[in-house]
């Protein structure tokens, strides 16, 4: 493999890394990485929220749970995977890892889940980017409000006696149970509008979970976004392609010309892949 597709490989396309591991030569594990650039946004980080994020698709009765990573600034919150964050972890690290050690890292890190949300705190806006093969997407959403309704139940998640709070949002309605004990208004994906942080969510349809397992101070001070050449959609669009993407697998491929469609469209559905919306366009 030369090192210009195990680069694009790693670096575009992660989550394909979830079936299996990569193996490389130890020439090629030598190699610089060269992880692609990406800006600062915010060098402040408060709180890291570690997240077990579960899911499930009704049609294909599969559950997959992710671990993923809250990080919020003084300017901008991100929401991704772990294995996003320890890569940037290991960039702090190594300050200029090679091949075999980001390999190494998607090896043992690897998940399916292949979104980050950054969260512009003072514009309220949310910049959404995620890979849909071969392609790579961002939108912005500046819509995402939450109108809640406060309960009086409590609950103790995490450690932190928590109150409920409820509102409904793009075709799901949400439980949340959010802490005064930290009252800093954010929360796991684009929950947030609450006077404390929001350490757990369901919603109504019974198909996403989220719940906080550990808040530490954060290890990582900064929080980044990419600067690789994105193609910018609305968020409508967005989340059309990745409604694409799963049920007609290949459709990416076919559109960028890189496959031809040869199959019956009825095959191509047989080969849905995972697909649970948190949002309806």
């Given at each position: 493999?030369?090192?210009?597709?195990?680069?694009?490989?790693?670096?575009?396309?992660?989550?394909?890394?979830?079936?299996?591991?990569?193996?490389?030569?130890?020439?090629?594990?030598?190699?610089?990485?060269?992880?692609?650039?990406?800006?600062?946004?915010?060098?402040?980080?408060?709180?890291?929220?570690?997240?077990?994020?579960?899911?499930?698709?009704?049609?294909?009765?599969?559950?997959?749970?992710?671990?993923?990573?809250?990080?919020?600034?003084?300017?901008?919150?991100?929401?991704?995977?772990?294995?996003?964050?320890?890569q940037d972890s290991l960039c702090v690290i190594k300050k200029a890892p090679t091949v075999g050690e980001v390999t190494d890292v998607y090896n043992l890190f690897r998940d399916s889940y292949h979104?980050?949300?950054?969260?512009?705190?003072?514009?309220?806006?949310?910049?959404?980017?995620?890979?849909?093969?071969?392609?790579?997407?961002?939108?912005?959403?500046?819509?995402?409000?939450?109108?809640?309704?406060?309960?009086?139940?409590?609950?103790?998640?995490?450690?932190?006696?928590?109150?409920?709070?409820?509102?409904?949002?793009?075709?799901?309605?949400?439980?949340?149970?959010?802490?005064?004990?930290?009252?800093?208004?954010?929360?796991?994906?684009?929950?947030?509008?609450?006077?404390?942080?929001?350490?757990?969510?369901?919603?109504?349809?019974?198909?996403?979970?989220?719940?906080?397992?550990?808040?530490?101070?954060?290890?990582?001070?900064?929080?980044?976004?990419?600067?690789?050449?994105?193609?910018?959609?609305?968020?409508?669009?967005?989340?059309?392609?990745?409604?694409?993407?799963?049920?007609?697998?290949?459709?990416?491929?076919?559109?960028?010309?890189?496959?031809?469609?040869?199959?019956?469209?009825?095959?191509?559905?047989?080969?849905?892949?995972?697909?649970?919306?948190?949002?309806?366009?």
């Amino acid at each position: 493999m030369s090192l210009k597709k195990i680069i694009l490989f790693i670096a575009c396309f992660p989550y394909l890394l979830w079936g299996q591991g990569v193996i490389l030569d130890s020439k090629t594990r030598s190699l610089p990485a060269n992880i692609e650039k990406a800006d600062t946004l915010d060098k402040n980080i408060q709180l890291e929220v570690f997240y077990q994020q579960t899911d499930i698709d009704t049609v294909l009765e599969a559950t997959i749970t992710y671990p993923l990573v809250l990080s919020i600034g003084e300017k901008f919150c991100s929401y991704r995977s772990y294995c996003s964050y320890r890569q940037d972890s290991l960039c702090v690290i190594k300050k200029a890892p090679t091949v075999g050690e980001v390999t190494d890292v998607y090896n043992l890190f690897r998940d399916s889940y292949h979104h980050q949300l950054i969260r512009n705190i003072r514009r309220k806006l949310f910049t959404e980017s995620f890979s849909v093969f071969p392609s790579r997407y961002r939108c912005l959403d500046s819509t995402a409000v939450f109108q809640w309704t406060l309960l009086p139940d409590t609950a103790t998640v995490c450690g932190y006696l928590c109150h409920k709070a409820t509102a409904p949002f793009r075709g799901h309605v949400w439980t949340v149970w959010w802490s005064d004990e930290i009252p800093i208004d954010a929360g796991p994906w684009k929950l947030q509008g609450l006077p404390g942080l929001i350490l757990k969510a369901q919603d109504d349809k019974g198909i996403h979970h989220i719940e906080a397992t550990s808040i530490r101070s954060p290890k990582l001070h900064f929080a980044t976004m990419s600067t690789h050449r994105w193609r910018k959609v609305t968020r409508e669009a967005a989340l059309k392609a990745i409604y694409e993407d799963a049920t007609h697998p290949g459709a990416g491929m076919v559109a960028a010309g890189l496959i031809e469609k040869k199959e019956p469209e009825a095959n191509a559905k047989k080969r849905r892949i995972f697909y649970s919306p948190y949002e309806d366009f």
